[in-house]
């Protein structure tokens, strides 16, 4: 189909729980297309399937309003748990594009304090255990852009890096792994268990 069937089924069907578009698909613009499609559909979480694999087009889709960026190089196992991801109210991005975003867009920040040290040798950068500590806060995504002064795509990026890394599919489970660990703090405690990143026994 095309970006003008997409849109006719979607208002028939206004109650659909994910809309999975194709960024360069017959008769649509790009991002131009996926910015209308959010703006008459901002209720309808937005998955983006792209042959492209730039960090830059990852950025601006997830401005764009998307809850998910899947390569149509990722195998079909690996879209069906993007896709169960995004359903649960998560975001996702292919482990090898998310690894490109992050590294364009941290800034290098340095690691001051214990929990910052503590989750770098976790995997989180500065930044991500920023963006973490805010979702602990109860901030959207929308919040935490402006409290960090960054592009709510750029937010998404992160926290998207952040589920993968703490293998966790919400945020209510990323602030409980994180609180567990020592990553935040909760209620005064600074003693955490040990957490063992995916591979080590």
Do not use: C
Not at 1 to 15: I, S
Not at 43 to 51: R, Y
């Amino acid at each position: 189909g095309n970006f003008a069937e997409a849109l006719q089924l979607v208002m028939a069907n206004p109650d659909i729980d994910l809309a999975l578009l194709d960024l360069h698909m017959p008769d649509s613009n790009g991002v131009s297309s996926l910015q209308l499609f959010h703006q008459r559909f901002p209720a309808v979480p937005l998955v983006v399937v792209s042959g492209s694999d730039h960090r830059d087009d990852i950025e601006s889709v997830m401005n764009l309003g998307a809850m998910g960026f899947i390569s149509k190089m990722s195998p079909s196992k690996s879209m069906l748990s993007a896709l169960r991801m995004v359903l649960d109210g998560g975001i996702y991005v292919p482990p090898q594009l998310l690894q490109q975003a992050v590294s364009k867009l941290e800034p290098g920040m340095a690691l001051n304090d214990k929990r910052s040290m503590r989750a770098s040798k976790y995997g989180l950068t500065p930044r991500q255990l920023q963006v973490l500590q805010l979702i602990g806060a109860g901030m959207s995504n929308k919040d935490i852009s402006r409290e960090l002064n960054l592009a709510e795509g750029t937010v998404k990026i992160h926290v998207a890096a952040i589920y993968q890394t703490l293998h966790v599919n919400s945020r209510v489970d990323a602030v409980e792994t994180a609180r567990r660990f020592g990553f935040i703090a909760e209620n005064g405690e600074e003693e955490a268990e040990d957490f063992k990143p995916a591979g080590e026994a």
